[in-house]
């Protein structure tokens, strides 16, 4: 974005019960308009590719997504779970699983260099989940992990060894909808010899606690309050479950009605994030931004404060999802587990993850992680439609990860080794690619429905006078073609002087005819892997201007056609 400086801008302060917020001044208001501004910086666009470390207490029980929440749900598994494991929710609370996550195991040090090796150019933590319990020294809410659990400032941690690595440091703020998403902590069994017996949220108080671990602390500040709970009389799971869908599940931004105090205080915690982190990402996991004005307000104060600290540059990225046409522009749009079905004209960024977002042993059991060619396609097509993948490999509660991740890691740093010429700084060429839709739209959690890639689908990218075009999968006959580059095509009329396969020596021979580019591939993918070796490939083969370097390798099952090849076509005139 161009200079901005705050000269003649005002010291925006917005008015709420408990006190005024205090906003930094510079040229954003909190308005729509005035956010509507906003442009992403070009380091955004040149990283394309990010890992999370997506880690609370809720991967302590190593059962995966929204444990803090279904725990307290009569039938559903982590209910069974947290009886059988820990005891039941009227008796131990989620509070008590914050108290047993030690992270005993954790060496960040190690993580941040897999990180880095598998290609990363910014790196994500999360600071709170939905569970309400902050993951950084927070002034604004004692149920944080420096006093609680860990008793180490994982923010912190992270933010250190990520900018000593010259990555980019993005946090993840969930917490805006803890104040219906926890409601199901106020609930109770429905059925069965617990039946009607409050759980541990409705009952707790500060006094509580005297003598015990968490002694003066307000167990109603970590589960958010009164404000949504479900009414005595419900006499069935099934009842119970259709009250929650209808009641405390519902996922808007509308603020709580009767609980100004939760509002003002997730503001103080999340600027305290901001000021105390200097994060140059910011990720809301919220429809638009959080929690109405509120939302507005901390998303300028970001970018105003942010202007301050790059001598009137904005280097900051807030990511938001569905935004209304608008709203459009205000911060980047994030696809959440999705994929848009075109270019888009603004930078853009999906987040995925290789299993769960928390940490699932079942699925770690049955080895049922996304492969890596699932996720280097997913990178390319992304790439290829102006946009960047943040990548989520979950952490279990002691702060390892398992052995299906770290062979993971350590092919997808095989395959960016080869191939992120064609990623890093690349821009969109004139179409994405080629090959039927393969989502219908541009909407979150669409990769479910995506179909397989296959021998039709190319994928572009470019930067300087270079066109990078990706083979999805390894074509059967040894050939790919390519509609797009024909002769008669109007996209680029310059001479295709030569083309080569990154990861193998020399170039390609190819037929440029009227209709489409041929390019003749060698009879297999590379397989030259020196010290790089893997015990199998699966991704793009390929590396820098002919010039073999280490690649990966799979043993590959009759039929599992997953290789991917780049070529790098050089378009400058001869």
Request: net charge negative.
């Amino acid at each position: 974005m161009a200079a901005l400086n705050g000269s003649g801008a005002a010291s925006w302060e917005t008015n709420r019960a408990l006190r005024p917020r205090k906003i930094a001044s510079g040229p954003f208001r909190p308005e729509w308009e005035s956010l509507k501004q906003y442009r992403a910086p070009e380091w955004f666009r040149e990283a394309k590719f990010g890992v999370w470390a997506h880690w609370s207490a809720q991967c302590f029980p190593e059962q995966g997504d929204w444990y803090a929440r279904n725990m307290y749900i009569q039938g559903h598994p982590h209910y069974e779970f947290q009886v059988n494991n820990y005891g039941h929710p009227s008796k131990f609370g989620f509070m008590q699983i914050d108290h047993l996550w030690k992270a005993e195991r954790w060496e960040p040090e190690k993580l941040m260099d897999l990180y880095v090796k598998a290609g990363a150019r910014y790196f994500f933590t999360l600071a709170n989940h939905v569970d309400n319990f902050d993951c950084y020294d927070s002034r604004h809410n004692p149920w944080n992990s420096t006093r609680i659990g860990p008793r180490k400032d994982i923010v912190g941690t992270w933010a250190k060894l990520a900018r000593e690595r010259g990555l980019r440091l993005g946090v993840s703020n969930h917490s805006a909808h803890a104040w219906h998403w926890l409601q199901t902590a106020y609930g109770y069994d429905p059925e069965g010899p617990m039946a009607g017996i409050r759980y541990d949220a409705y009952t707790l108080q500060k006094s509580d606690g005297r003598n015990l671990w968490w002694d003066g602390m307000d167990p109603q500040e970590l589960y958010g309050g009164r404000n949504m709970v479900m009414p005595t009389g419900i006499r069935t799971i099934k009842e119970a479950n259709q009250w929650h869908q209808h009641d405390d599940l519902v996922w808007n931004e509308a603020p709580p009605e009767n609980n100004q105090e939760y509002i003002d205080r997730w503001f103080l915690r999340c600027q305290d994030l901001i000021d105390g982190y200097n994060p140059d990402l910011v990720y809301f996991d919220d429809t638009e931004l959080p929690l109405g004005q509120a939302g507005l307000d901390i998303t300028a104060h970001y970018y105003n404060q942010n202007i301050a600290r790059h001598e009137g540059n904005l280097e900051g990225v807030v990511t938001a999802k569905n935004f209304t046409p608008q709203h459009l522009g205000a911060a980047v749009v994030d696809i959440e587990r999705g994929r848009a079905n075109e270019i888009l004209p603004a930078p853009w960024q999906t987040d995925t993850c290789i299993g769960d977002w928390h940490y699932s042993r079942p699925l770690f059991e049955r080895h049922g992680y996304k492969s890596v060619s699932k996720i280097v396609q997913t990178l390319v097509d992304v790439a290829s439609k102006n946009g960047n993948l943040l990548l989520n490999i979950p952490v279990r509660g002691d702060g390892t990860i398992d052995e299906d991740e770290h062979r993971f890691l350590a092919d997808l740093s095989s395959w960016m080794n080869t191939n992120s010429e064609a990623i890093y700084g690349t821009r969109p060429f004139a179409v994405f690619g080629e090959g039927p839709p393969e989502v219908a739209d541009s909407s979150m959690f669409n990769e479910s429905q995506a179909r397989p890639y296959d021998e039709r689908d190319i994928r572009f990218t470019q930067k300087g006078e270079t066109l990078y075009a990706f083979a999805m999968v390894w074509p059967r006959d040894g050939k790919v073609r390519m509609a797009s580059l024909g002769t008669k095509s109007t996209l680029r009329k310059r001479p295709i002087r030569q083309v080569e396969l990154l990861g193998s020596a020399g170039t390609l021979t190819f037929e440029q005819g009227e209709e489409q580019l041929t390019v003749t591939l060698p009879p297999a993918p590379p397989h030259d892997l020196g010290a790089y070796a893997m015990p199998w490939c699966d991704g793009t083969l390929v590396t820098t201007r002919g010039v073999p370097k280490p690649s990966c390798q799979r043993a590959l099952t009759p039929g599992a056609e997953i290789f991917s090849a780049a070529r790098k076509i050089d378009l400058s005139h001869a």
